[in-house]
């Protein structure tokens, strides 16, 4: 998963923007995150196509600090550690 780093005051965060929520500069680096930890997960069983019928939704605070939330198979318990790949029907995390 690739996050935004502000090049002036060290702000992560995901959502492409054209100024810094926090300085509002405008530089940024481009930072590859593919570790979280569980802050939440839940059910969910009635999706639209294309996703599947049923899979939880799990919310992940990635060591900068940034909550991101990615799809799982399985349930995860909170404080686990998870790996987070960047899909094309967006992430997806799995135990690590």
Same mark, same amino acid.
């Given at each position: ?12 965060? =995901?959502?492409?923007? !054209?100024?810094?929520?926090?300085? &509002?500069?405008?530089?940024?680096? @481009? ?5 979280? *930890? ?20 799990? =919310?992940?605070?990635? !060591?900068?600090?940034?909550?991101? &939330?990615?799809?799982?198979?399985? @349930? ?5 550690? *998870? ?14």
């Amino acid at each position: 998963m690739i996050l935004r780093r502000c090049g002036n005051c060290g702000e992560t965060f =995901l959502v492409p923007r !054209v100024r810094c929520p926090k300085c &509002f500069g405008e530089n940024f680096d @481009e930072v590859v995150v593919n570790e979280g *930890v569980v802050s939440d997960c839940i059910e969910i069983i009635a999706t639209p196509d294309p996703y599947p019928e049923r899979y939880f939704l799990v =919310l992940a605070k990635t !060591v900068d600090g940034v909550a991101v &939330f990615c799809r799982s198979d399985k @349930e995860i318990a909170r404080g686990s550690t *998870v790996v987070i790949e960047d899909l094309e029907l967006g992430p997806v995390c799995r135990k690590a």
